[in-house]
């Protein structure tokens, strides 16, 4: 990638304005200032990086102002990305956490601990399942967990997992099997 050729700015100098522009763009939509440098530092290498492509110089010689606002925008879906990936993480790490401790309902509800017999025996058998869940074969229990405790579609596990949505019926129906069996006998044992 060779140097960008400018009519008039130093290379340099035309860095230095859209690190400024992405910079106050980012900070017009609400990012603090550690997210307002990372978002214009990738909004700056994003431009950089196609500096010579068509589209590129056709927004640079519109003149400065549109410019400027192409930069705006840039700098705008990159901190939207950045948020939502940030988002993403959040939910995953929440996710992970719903498998070791509470159960969904009950974060939903805000309620630390179950307050009424019926919330208490709901909560356990969750657990429980949960439990059972993380003691199946692999495959298994990626697709249960996914299915029965992050509540997704067979459709979004099948784009997840990248297997087809056959497969993740098949592993569904292996765990709900072997589940059954296991609580059935944990029933058993419990009533006896």
């Given at each position: ?94 996710r992970a956490a719903n498998l070791a401790c509470a159960s ?89």
């Amino acid at each position: 990638m060779g140097k960008p050729r400018h009519t008039g700015d130093r290379p340099e100098l035309e860095l230095k304005r859209i690190l400024t522009v992405a910079r106050a763009a980012a900070l017009a939509v609400g990012a603090n200032d550690h997210e307002a440098d990372e978002v214009a530092q990738t909004t700056a290498v994003k431009l950089w990086s196609k500096w010579q492509t068509e589209h590129i110089r056709r927004a640079r010689r519109r003149g400065r102002e549109r410019w400027e606002g192409y930069v705006r925008r840039a700098a705008r879906n990159v901190h939207y990305d950045l948020v939502r990936s940030h988002q993403r993480r959040i939910d995953r790490q929440h996710r992970a956490a719903n498998l070791a401790c509470a159960s969904i309902e009950s974060l939903r509800l805000g309620l630390a601990v179950p307050a009424s017999p019926e919330q208490i025996e709901a909560h356990l058998g969750r657990s429980m399942i949960a439990e059972e869940i993380m003691r199946l074969p692999t495959r298994q229990r990626q697709v249960a967990a996914r299915i029965c405790l992050e509540e997704m579609t067979v459709s979004e596990v099948a784009l997840d997992l990248n297997i087809q949505p056959q497969s993740v019926r098949k592993h569904l129906r292996r765990a709900r099997r072997t589940l059954q069996v296991r609580l059935s006998e944990f029933d058993d044992h419990g009533r006896g």
